[in-house]
């Protein structure tokens, strides 16, 4: 009779452990965050951003669209991402994981357009 307690008992301790895993696994899950979405507007000279900013660090995934008439590109320096650069009417996403907080500082790296006002900073906070 003891041994089966034991076997019983070892069985139970297993099928707890493995119920503890699964727990702790859909728990990890959950606390992921789902990523930001911005969208960007380009145009002679400016770029709109719908968030300059984000609560913490995490991916934000931004729609770049050109809305201007001449080519424009959208680039975060200190992280080396960009878009390639959009024709009028062109879009593209970026995808960038900001793993600190700070100030980041985007342009449009098309000559003369950052200092015709094609820059900002993006805050994580």
Known sequence: ??????????????????????????HAKANV???????????????TLSKSSIAKPGTVIFTVTNKG??????EIQ???KSTKLLQPGQKQTLTVKFTKKGSFYYLCTVPRHAQEGMAGSFVVK
């Open 78 to 80: 200190a992280l080396h």
């Open 33 to 47: 965050a789902a990523p930001t979405k911005i969208s960007v507007s380009a145009g002679e000279f400016y770029f």
């Open 1 to 26: 009779m003891r041994i089966r307690l034991a076997a019983g008992g070892a069985l139970i301790a297993v099928l707890l452990g493995a119920l503890s895993a699964t727990a702790l696994a859909g």
């Open 69 to 74: 008439k001449i080519a424009h590109d959208f």
